[in-house]
C-alpha cells in the first residue's frame, strides 16, 4: 500500500548531524529545486543527465549526484561526506513525488511510474487543488467519481504515459495499479474503460492510512512501530500515537475517541480496546493469540499422524549421541498469505507443536537445536510464549532448555514479535556445564569503523554456544545454534555474522573440546559463508565478500581484515551421504523455493576435540513433499525439515577431563 514520503522525526542515516541550519537552509532548498529538474522528464535523458550515471534499476549514488555540473556549483567549498548528507537531508525535509532515497541512504532515483501516476492524482483530488479546479468538479458524476480515461486524456499524463491512447489497455492496467493502493483515492469498476475514481470519505482516508501503518508490509521496515507494539507484548499501539504521525494530522485532528469508533464500524483489519489502542487482527492470529475452538486441531486426522520419515535406529552405544537440528517457523510466520496452498487449520500451532513434539519423541535427539522459537516478552500473553509451552511438553520427555532472543542493536525485537533460538538437552545424559549468549548486532556494531558500517551490519541475528558435559563418559561437547540472516540480496553480511560466529567459537571453545553446529544458515552449498565454515577460510576477493559500491561510498565497511577460522568442521550429511540434500526447505507459491539452507557442522579433528559422525537421518522425497503441494502441510509442521544426526566422542578424553 502507498504512503508519502513522512517521518516522524527528522533522523539522519547513520547517525550523522543534521546540516548546520543557520546558513545550510537556503542550500537545503535549492538542492532540492535543483535535484526535481535534474530527475524531471525534461532533463533526466539528456546526454549530461543523471539517467548516465544510473544502474539497471535506475538508482544513481548520491557520490554521483554531487557530482553533476548542477549541484558542483551548489555545493562548492563542502566535503564529500558533508555534501552527500545535505542532499539526504534535503529528501528527507520535503516531500518529493518524483525522488525516491534508498532505505540505506546511498541513492536516489526516479519514483517507479505508478507512483508519480498516483502523487498527481492525489495532487489534483487533494484539499487545497480540488476546491479550485473547476475542470476537474464538472467532470465528476453525481457520486464524485470521475472517469480515469478523462484524467489520463490530460497532456500532464500523456506525457507520463507515454501512451497513443488512454483507454489501451496498458494506460488502464497502469491506471489500476497505480491508483488501487491510495490512501486518498477510491475506485469503481476497475480495470475497465469506465472505471472511475474519486476522494474517500474522510472516515474511509482514516481506516486506510491506520490499516496502512499496521499492515505487514509496513511493520516489516517500521522499527519505531515495531518497538511501540512490543512494550506490552500484544501488538496494542496507543491511538494518540498514531495520530500524532504528521500524515494522520494531515487527515484528521487528533480526536482519539472519534477514530477509533470509525476503525471499530468500518475497519475489517484492526481492532480496538476500551482504553483506546489499536493493533492489526493479522498480528493476533500470527502470534496465537486467538481463541481456539475443538476443531482447530482437526485435519482430517484423528490425531496428528508422525513424520513419514525413513526410520531410525537408535544406537545401543553409551557413546553415541544424537542432535537435531530444526527452524519451525515462527508462529509469527505462520499465516495464510505466505502459505496459501496449506490448510489454514494445519497453520494453528496448537497442531503444529503437537507434530513437532511427536517427531521429537520419535527420534529422541539427546541435543536439539531449534530455531525461529518464539517466546514473549516479560508481562505478554502466555498464549504466545511458544517457547515456554514447548519446554512444558519436552520436559515430560527428560529435557530442559536455554533460550536466546533475537535483538537489534537497540535492544528491540523484529516484526513486532519474540523470536530466537533455544537448545534443549536430554537430562538423563548431559548437563548444562555453561552458556554464552551471542548478539551479532552488538557484537559486529563494537568492531564497525562507522555508524553506517554499524547500521548496515546491525540485523538482529543471535546465536547460542552451550557447553554440555556427558554424564556416563564426563566428557564435554559444545553445542552452538544460530540462525543466519536471510539477506539474499547482500550475501555479504551472511558471510560476516559466520566470520563473527566462527571467532567467538575460536575465543570461545577450546581446541580440545569438540564442537556441533547446528542451525539455519540461509545458505546454499557452495555460498561463501559455507565455504567459511566447511574450508577455513574466503579471499577477500570472493564476490560475497564485497561491499556494494553505493554502500561503500557512504562509508560502509568490512568488520574484518580476513574470512578465517581455526576449527576443522564437516557437513554431517555430507560427510555420512558425500552430499547435502537435495533441499531442507521447500514452499510453494508466493515464495516458492526448494534447497538446502539447514545444516550440522562437527569438529572432525583427530584429538579429543574431534567427533565421528556415524549416521543421520534421510528425508522425505519430493513427492512426499508434494503431496500437499509443500511445506507446512497437516503432516509436515515446518517449512522447513529437521535434520538429525548421530556422533560419538573421537579418541581418549583430555587429561582434565579424566
Known amino acids: 500500500m502507498y504512503s508519502p514520503h513522512t517521518s516522524r522525526k527528522k533522523v539522519y542515516p547513520h547517525g550523522s548531524r543534521n546540516p548546520k541550519r543557520s546558513n545550510d537552509d537556503a542550500m537545503v532548498r535549492q538542492l532540492f529545486a535543483q535535484l526535481e529538474i535534474v530527475f524531471s522528464d525534461a532533463h533526466w535523458s539528456r546526454p549530461d543527465g543523471a539517467q548516465r550515471v544510473a544502474d539497471q534499476k535506475g538508482w544513481v549514488p548520491l557520490i554521483k549526484v554531487i557530482q553533476l555540473p548542477p549541484f558542483v556549483e551548489v555545493l562548492k567549498g563542502c566535503d564529500r561526506q558533508y555534501a552527500v548528507q545535505t542532499v539526504q537531508h534535503a529528501l528527507k525535509a520535503h516531500t518529493s513525488s518524483l525522488i525516491q532515497l534508498h532505505r540505506n541512504g546511498s541513492c536516489i532515483r526516479r519514483f517507479p511510474l505508478k507512483h508519480r501516476v498516483r502523487s498527481q492524482v492525489e495532487f489534483l483530488f487533494g484539499d487545497e487543488n480540488f476546491a479550485r479546479d473547476l475542470e476537474l468538479q464538472f467532470m465528476s458524476s453525481d457520486d464524485g467519481f470521475v472517469k480515469v480515461v478523462d484524467l489520463l486524456s490530460r497532456p500532464a499524463f500523456r506525457a507520463m504515459l507515454r501512451v497513443e491512447a488512454p483507454t489501451s489497455e496498458e494506460a488502464l ?32 482516508r482514516v481506516v486506510r492510512q491506520v490499516e496502512f501503518y499496521l499492515s505487514e508490509e509496513h511493520l516489516h ?94 544406537s545401543k552405544s553409551l557413546s553415541d549421541f544424537r542432535v537435531m537440528s530444526w527452524n519451525i ?66 520436559a515430560v520427555l527428560g529435557y530442559d532448555a536455554a533460550y536466546v532472543r533475537k535483538t537489534n542493536a ?75 540472516s536471510c539477506a539474499w540480496e547482500t550475501p555479504v553480511k551472511q558471510l560476516v555474522q559466520v566470520q563473527e560466529l566462527m571467532h567467538q567459537i575460536d575465543e570461545l571453545i577450546p581446541n580440545d573440546v569438540p564442537l556441533v553446529l547446528g542451525g539455519d544458515m540461509n545458505s546454499l552449498v557452495g555460498s561463501a559463508a559455507y565455504r567459511l565454515i566447511t574450508e577455513g577460510e574466503v579471499s577477500n576477493e570472493d564476490p560475497h565478500a564485497q561491499i556494494d559500491v553505493h554502500d561503500a561510498d557512504i562509508g560502509i565497511k568490512l568488520p574484518f581484515e580476513d574470512f578465517t577460522h581455526e576449527r576443522s568442521l564437516k557437513s554431517a550429511y555430507h560427510d555420512i551421504l558425500g552430499g547435502e540434500p537435495l533441499f531442507t526447505n521447500f514452499t510453494g507459491e508466493p515464495k516458492t523455493f526448494a534447497g538446502t539452507l539447514d545444516y550440522i557442522f562437527f569438529s572432525d579433528d583427530d584429538g579429543p576435540g574431534g567427533l565421528d559422525a556415524k549416521c543421520v537421518m534421510l528425508f522425505p522425497s519430493i513427492e512426499d513433499c508434494q503431496k500437499e503441494v509443500a511445506l507446512p502441510n497437516s503432516v509436515y509442521p515446518s517449512d522447513h525439515l529437521p535434520l538429525t544426526a548421530c556422533f560419538t566422542f573421537k579418541g581418549p578424553p583430555p587429561p582434565a577431563a579424566k
Not at 247 to 269: F, H, Y
Not at 345 to 353: A, K
Open 410 to 484: 537497540h535492544g528491540g525485537n523484529p516484526g513486532g514479535a519474540n523470536l530466537g533460538n533455544a537448545i534443549f538437552w536430554m537430562q538423563d545424559t548431559f548437563k548444562l556445564v555453561k552458556q554464552h549468549d551471542l548478539n551479532f548486532s552488538h557484537l559486529l556494531g563494537a568492531r564497525a569503523q562507522t555508524d553506517a558500517s554499524k547500521w548496515y551490519f546491525g540485523s538482529p541475528q543471535v546465536a547460542q554456544i552451550l557447553f554440555l558435559e556427558h554424564l556416563f563418559l564426563k566428557r564435554q561437547v559444545a553445542v552452538a545454534n544460530t540462525h543466519i
Open 329 to 394: 517457523l515462527a508462529q509469527f510466520l505462520c499465516r495464510s498469505e505466505l502459505y496459501p496452498y496449506a490448510n489454514p487449520q494445519c497453520l494453528n500451532w496448537n497442531y503444529r507443536m503437537q507434530l513437532i513434539v511427536a517427531e521429537i519423541a520419535r527420534t529422541r535427539p539427546q541435543i536439539l537445536c531449534l530455531q525461529e522459537m518464539q517466546s514473549i516478552l516479560p508481562g505478554g500473553p502466555l498464549k504466545a510464549d511458544h517457547y515456554s509451552q514447548l519446554r512444558e511438553e519436552l
Open 173 to 204: 492496467e497502469m491506471a489500476k495499479s497505480a491508483l488501487g493502493d491510495s490512501v486518498l483515492l477510491e475506485l469503481q469498476k476497475e480495470g475497465t474503460a469506465e472505471m472511475g475514481v474519486r476522494r474517500r470519505s474522510l472516515e474511509g
Open 221 to 314: 521496515h517500521d522499527g519505531y512501530l515495531n518497538e511501540l507494539m512490543a512494550e506490552n507484548g500484544e501488538g496494542w499501539i496507543r491511538l494518540q500515537d498514531l495520530l500524532a504521525f504528521p500524515r494522520m494530522k494531515l487527515i484528521c485532528l487528533p480526536q482519539v475517541e472519534a477514530v477509533a469508533r470509525v476503525l471499530r464500524e468500518q475497519s475489517e483489519g484492526t481492532e480496538v480496546s476500551e482504553d483506546l489502542q489499536v493493533r492489526p487482527k493479522w498480528w493476533v492470529l500470527a502470534m496465537g493469540l486467538a481463541e481456539m475452538t475443538d476443531s482447530d486441531t482437526e485435519v482430517g486426522h484423528d490425531a496428528p499422524p508422525l513424520s513419514p520419515m525413513l526410520p531410525w535406529y537408535p
